[in-house]
């Protein structure tokens, strides 16, 4: 991410993401990060320009040297959780994998 503008807005995201909030849409995640709209957020993830290759590497960099060891092994389970599909507009309960 080449401007520091959608750094800062990519760690306020993240800082989102792993927060306990009861319920994680941009709407809660921009109040949690003091935006006053979800904007910033819906640029992020919808329209900036981002260099994939060089994000990867720099997570991969980055995870190397702080998470672990020579012989280590991070592994990744986005499986999720339950969707019940009883306070979203259009969503019905669907599976994924947990159940």
């Given amino acids: 991410m080449a401007r520091p503008q959608t ?3 990519a760690h306020d995201l993240l800082r989102g993401l792993l927060a306990p909030l009861a319920r994680k849409n941009c709407w809660t995640l921009s109040e949690h990060a003091g935006h006053s709209t979800p904007y910033r957020f819906q640029h992020l ?3 900036a320009q981002v260099n994939e ?3 990867i ?3 991969r960099t ?3 040297t702080h ?3 020579q012989d280590a092994v991070l592994i990744l389970d986005e499986t999720g959780d ?3 599909g009883t306070t979203t507009v259009g969503v019905q309960r ?3 994998g947990t159940v």
């Fill in 7 to 9: 750094q800062h807005t």
């Fill in 45 to 47: 993830l919808s329209r």
């Fill in 53 to 55: 290759v060089g994000l």
């Fill in 57 to 59: 590497e720099d997570l």
């Fill in 62 to 64: 980055y995870a190397r």
């Fill in 67 to 69: 998470l672990g060891e």
């Fill in 82 to 84: 339950l969707e019940k």
């Fill in 94 to 96: 669907q599976y994924t």
